[in-house]
């Protein structure tokens, strides 16, 4: 079977532009080919804008069936950051990763983390002396960026080509011909009215992100929404920008202190803007129907301001810290616990990436990627096998 004429990418998250980039990339795509992202409300709207942007690869963070893919789009963001100056434009840099304990003496037997390993002084100013500091990722395993302006860079560099398009509105159905695809039914509005519209399509790629499981039950029937059964997963993180200046690293960080819940394990990274990323904090919320509806939980933030007190005095209001960002995101569950890429089974040019979970950024480049090569009919840069729908 050949190339497809048109290509429609539901999603406009770091999967979805990731996936258009590479096939507009690609030489190998004739030239009379459409690539259309569909996007509900914006580019990153959802957690490809909230997100961290920690990236790590090796078997001590991935699971066997997405070390390769990890490992894959792991080099792929260093290559872009090469490419179009990403130390500058998205804040990708190389990091240290450490995993910190911060307890009171009479705890220090609860603490479930090996502290027979080697321990290092606190490797970071703005860390207290009184952490337990075991390394985790070295600047040849571990790294960061700002993933809302990388996703908003991959968009921009894709809408360059002359048969690129992004289109902002809701899918809400396929028109089928002879079991195969052959448009999505867009609703969108255009001044000021609501109108809905036919894309071309005979090839379908599902990049939803935590609304994968919903857009499959709903484009192609609830068989094949079981089949991609992802769902969301609340997560809530804050941003503060103390006084003192930062160091480039990423701290996995577990608090046992008076005052605070037993369960306070969260994420720190250092960005190069000056700024901590602070996450961790699970929300009770269901996942609302578009990404501009998102709740943020009161009560996780109000966790999540406590464990930073906790931390270090730096991030103290006190001491001059300032809070930038308080938000939430949903992350993409997989109910079969390990992501969805490749082609979807009994239906003709339907295609998808999703189910990441929390590692989404690091291994969108690298999904993109691979299903674009899988567009083309070319061998695939990673080995996704295990993660075939």
């Keep these: 079977m050949g190339q497809p004429h048109h290509i429609v990418i539901i999603g406009a998250g770091i999967v979805g532009c990731s996936t258009a980039y590479f096939l507009v990339q690609n030489e190998l795509l004739q030239e009379e080919t459409t690539v259309t992202l569909v996007e509900g409300t914006e580019v990153a ?35 872009l950051a090469e490419r179009y100056a990403g130390e500058t434009k998205w804040g990708y840099r190389a ?7 911060h307890s009171s003496p009479a705890h220090l037997q609860n603490i479930d983390i090996n502290l027979s390993l080697p321990k290092v002084q606190s490797p970071t100013h703005w860390l207290p002396h009184t952490s337990r500091v075991v390394p985790k990722g070295d600047m040849s395993s571990t790294a960061q960026c700002m993933p809302m302006f990388l996703t908003k860079h991959l968009c921009a560099e894709t809408l360059r080509h002359p048969n690129a398009a992004l289109v902002i509105g809701r899918a809400m159905a ?9 448009g999505v039914v867009v609703r969108r509005e255009a001044n000021g009215v609501t109108e809905a519209v036919t894309l071309p399509c005979d090839c379908l790629v599902l990049a939803a992100g935590p609304w994968l499981g919903k857009l499959a039950t709903q484009l ?3 068989e ?19 006084k003192e200046d930062l160091t480039a690293h990423a701290v996995f960080a577990k608090i046992e202190m008076g005052g605070l819940p037993d369960e306070n394990e969260p994420e720190v990274y250092c960005r190069p803007d000056g700024t901590i990323y602070m996450c961790g904090t699970a929300g009770p919320d269901p996942l609302p ?13 109000k966790k999540l301001h406590s464990e930073a007190r906790a ?7 006190e001491n ?57 009919g070319l061998e695939t840069s990673a080995d996704v096998t295990g993660l075939a729908p």
Excluded at 47 to 73: C, I, M, N
Excluded at 174 to 182: D, R
Excluded at 311 to 317: A, D, V
């Design 320 to 376: 001059g810290a300032q809070v930038v960002m308080e938000q939430a995101c949903y992350l993409p569950r997989p109910a079969r616990g390990r992501p969805l890429v490749g082609k979807v089974k009994g239906i003709q040019g339907v295609w998808v990436g999703g189910g990441h979970d929390v590692w989404g950024i690091v291994q969108g480049p690298g999904t993109g990627k691979v299903i674009s090569e899988m567009i083309l």
């Design 224 to 242: 094949v929404g079981r089949s991609l059964d992802v769902s969301g997963s609340q997560a809530h993180s804050i941003v503060i920008k103390p």
């Design 289 to 301: 129907a578009t990404a501009d509806k998102i709740p943020v939980s009161h009560e996780a933030l």
């Design 220 to 222: 192609l029937g609830p």
């Design 45 to 79: 709207a959802g957690a490809s804008g909230y997100a961290g942007g920690f990236l790590a690869k090796g078997a001590e963070w991935h699971r066997p069936e997405t070390v390769d893919l990890s490992q894959v789009s792991f080099d792929l963001h260093r290559e």
């Design 95 to 101: 990091i240290e990763t450490y995993v910190s304990v």
């Design 174 to 182: 396929v028109t089928e011909k002879n079991g195969a695809i052959t």
């Design 311 to 317: 931390l270090t005095p730096i991030l103290w209001s």
